[in-house]
């Protein structure tokens, strides 16, 4: 056996070998089918943070204009002015009591002399707008979700298109060493891992923000029922 050159193939794959984990070397070795998976992914993952950030923020004023809508509500007395500020404002509770009160007026201007009907229209007009303004804030997660549960199996494609290759340079080589292997399986389990780190914050983000929604629409139904009593009062009283 031929020791000096056993040891000099030995040096050489010691020295090619990477001292460490790097993302971008991973990425540049790869494929052109797995750097298009692991592009795919990454705008996918930076379409997340973005959705998680802007909701964030976008429920936190919608909850702090409604509250303050709500409190004005019960104390202003000019409510159509009210209402057109705040619905001009993207307020949903606006929203909601003016559907329920456009319909109480639409029914006593046309003379109806079934209170009970007449209040049924009105609790149909509150409850479908409150669904509408929850099924308006849930749309806006549908990325979440989809992304959740797609991403980790676009990752996975990109893995097993990634052993496919190495095992394509392995039969062009003839070579199975460990050395011609290792970096395109690394190159293709990179791909999972970042199916991964677009699917978890989705899975986790999507949960969160849809019991934030839900939270939301809660409260907008328990306005909505409150808005129903006074309409029924003044029905009542004539």
Known sequence: MDFPNVISLHNVIVAAAPTRLDP??????????????????VLASVWVWAI???????MKRTRTRADAFEEDFWTNE???????????????SARVAAAGISEFR???????????AARGRVAQALEGQVAHEADTLA???NFLATTGAVAPFVGLFGT???????????GMQ???SLAVVAPGIAEALFATAIGLFAAIPAVIAYNRLSNTVNTFEACLQRFADRVHAQVSREMEAG
């Open 24 to 41: 971008l070397e991973l990425f540049l070795d790869a494929d052109i089918v797995v750097q298009l998976v692991i592009i795919g992914l």
């Open 52 to 58: 998680i950030f802007g909701f964030t923020l976008r």
């Open 139 to 141: 749309n806006r997660l």
């Open 174 to 176: 003839q070579n199975s």
């Open 78 to 92: 000019d409510v159509d002015s009210l209402l057109d500020a705040r619905r001009r404002k993207d307020n949903p």
């Open 160 to 170: 097993v298109w990634g052993i496919m290759n190495s095992f394509f340079q392995i």
């Open 106 to 116: 639409r029914s006593h201007k046309a003379g109806l002399k079934d209170p009970v």
